[in-house]
């Protein structure tokens, strides 16, 4: 692949034929029946242990957390800024 030195602006027409690329090449390299397996019960599935994915599970629920603290955190903040508008707003409002 040829790399330019330039950056090019990514259009949603670059960027469609990109995508319509690499679908074709993805279905090209891992459908068996392309590939000339005719017998699909021949084709050996990789097994993964399930323990492999529970610390990604177990991340993602500590993020979602984190998540939720930093949420009330924003509220509480959103709150007081709202209550001070308010004040500033009647403020201004009796000294008209």
């Known amino acids: 692949m040829r790399r330019s030195k330039r950056v090019r602006k990514l259009t949603p027409t670059m960027l469609r034929r990109l995508v319509l690329a690499e679908r074709r090449r993805i279905r090209e390299t891992s459908d068996p029946i392309v590939a000339g397996i ?3 019960e021949k084709v050996s ?9 529970a ?5 993602d629920i500590d993020h979602l957390k984190v998540l939720k603290i930093q949420e009330r955190r924003l509220i509480k903040t959103l709150k007081k800024v709202n209550s001070a508008k308010k004040r500033a707003k009647r403020r201004l409002l009796r000294k008209i």
């Open 38 to 40: 005719e017998d699909v």
């Open 55 to 59: 610390d990604t599970l177990e991340n």
């Open 45 to 53: 599935a990789d097994e993964v242990d399930a323990d492999g994915f």
